[in-house]
């Protein structure tokens, strides 16, 4: 199993930024991909950022080229920096790890609330 700790979320004005933070232990080998996925009221979890053990990355319509996820392997901690965030960009954040086995470990998510 793997375990996930998000920090990093808050609230912050339109156009702000804010970096978030995803630390991984336990069978960190199991990883094949990390991922950042988010839910606001209402709405499905819907998948934001994706990055690949190699350094391949993808993203969601809603977020390219505002949003950049990175990996720190020597520390495993995954990023996701948030640029020109937007009022729709407000919702609860989380780090999931998608082992090789094809299941999901889910951090406990972090809030991100975009507002004036």
């Known amino acids: 199993q793997v375990q996930l700790v998000e920090s990093g979320g808050g609230l912050v004005q339109p156009g702000g930024t804010l970096r978030l933070s995803c630390a991984a232990s336990?069978?960190?080998?199991?990883?094949?991909?990390m991922d950042w996925y988010r839910q606001a009221p209402g709405k499905q979890r819907e998948l934001v950022a994706r990055?690949?053990?190699?350094?391949?990355?993808n993203y969601a319509d809603s977020v390219k080229g505002r949003f950049t996820i990175s990996r720190d392997n020597a520390r495993n901690t995954v990023y996701l920096q948030m640029n020109s965030l937007k009022p729709e960009d407000t919702a609860v954040y989380y780090c999931?790890?998608?082992?090789?086995?094809?299941?999901?470990?889910w951090g406990q998510g972090t809030q991100v609330t975009v507002s004036s």
């Open positions: 336990g069978s960190i080998f199991s990883i094949n991909v």
């Open positions: 999931a790890a998608l082992r090789r086995s094809g299941s999901f470990d």
């Open positions: 990055i690949s053990g190699g350094g391949n990355t």
